[in-house]
């Protein structure tokens, strides 16, 4: 005996139940394939979150003037020139490591006393250690600035579908006036 044969003599409640036994069977195994690996995919952004977020609560966050800027004279990009060596770094850099610079943002040049201090905001994007050795670079073995903070994020790329770790890099240039 064939299928069709056999299916020809079962009763309709016999075929009901076969139908209902089917499409449970369908929904368990659609769960086991696409649900659990989208779970996973959730708890394991989650798991890496929570990773990144106690990294940087470890990183130590350095400031040479501790008391607010007030009483300060704020200028916005008053000297492009004394930035270059910076920008140089970060662009030799990010092209040798495969680091992604995204986006960087005005400089604010802030005057204290004797000081310029430039203040700026750089986005980028890569791989967890080849930031942070960039940040190392950039403040201990170049001294070209002081890493003021970083905020570590982790989204979801919506071309590739991939998770992305995105870096917001808050960058302190120190200089003396006479060093104009």
Not at 32 to 39: E, G, P, R, V, Y
Not at 154 to 169: E, W
Request: proline share 1%; hydrophobic share 40%.
């Amino acid at each position: 005996m064939n299928w069709l044969v056999t299916w020809k003599m079962l009763s309709v409640k016999w075929k009901w139940r076969i139908f209902f036994c089917s499409l449970i069977l369908l929904f368990y195994i659609t769960y086991k394939f696409n649900f659990c690996k989208a779970i996973d995919s959730v708890v394991l952004a989650e798991q890496q979150q929570g990773v990144l977020d106690s990294m940087s609560q470890k990183l130590s966050v350095r400031s040479i003037i501790s008391d607010t800027l007030t009483g300060t004279n704020v200028l916005v990009n008053s000297n492009a020139e004394s930035r270059k060596p910076f920008m140089e770094f970060i662009s030799s850099y990010s092209e040798q490591n495969n680091i992604e610079i995204r986006e960087i943002s005005q400089f604010t040049n802030h005057t204290r006393e004797k000081y310029n201090i430039e203040t700026s905001k750089i986005l980028c994007s890569g791989k967890y250690n080849d930031i942070l050795r960039m940040l190392h670079s950039i403040e201990y073995q170049s001294h070209i600035a002081i890493v003021n903070s970083v905020n570590w994020e982790l989204i979801k790329d919506k071309s590739t579908d991939k998770f992305v770790l995105l870096a917001t890099l808050y960058i302190k240039i120190l200089r003396h006036e006479t060093d104009k």
